[in-house]
């Protein structure tokens, strides 16, 4: 049974830093395609970022290219989110999720397994 456990979150003033944690269970994050997205409230989720299988190539949203920062630690089967420079705006709940068929996308229907989440709130 698959699960992803995301951690980390709280509450930071703007300008400040969180890293985000995704732990992983019951599939190996280095077969797979793993993706962070995000939902403030009263919008829909929306993309963030992905790192691809080989852990070579990452993809960010224009709205954190050059602020956020996605990395893995295989032996941790763990994912995470670098968070620099955070605004307001970046205040939402953020998921992990896993793709299986590597399709590397950034559509949420390309991701088959999903954690519960983790609030980020950024005061100004």
């Known amino acids: 049974q698959v699960h992803l456990v995301e951690s980390g979150g709280g509450l930071v003033q703007a300008g400040g830093s969180l890293r985000l944690s995704c732990a992983a269970s019951g599939l190996t994050v280095s077969s797979y395609d793993m993706g962070w997205f995000r939902q403030a409230p009263g919008k829909a989720r929306e993309f963030v970022g992905r790192i691809k299988w080989s852990g070579i190539s990452t993809y960010y949203a224009d709205s954190v290219k050059g602020r956020f920062t996605i990395s893995r630690d295989n032996a941790k089967n763990t994912v995470y989110l670098q968070m620099n420079s955070l605004k307001p705006e970046d205040t939402a709940v953020y998921y992990c999720?896993?793709?299986?068929?590597?399709?590397?996308?950034?559509?949420?229907?390309?991701?088959?397994?999903w954690g519960q989440g983790t609030q980020v709130t950024v005061s100004s």
């Open positions: 999720a896993a793709d299986p068929n590597r399709y590397g996308g950034t559509r949420e229907g390309s991701y088959d397994y």
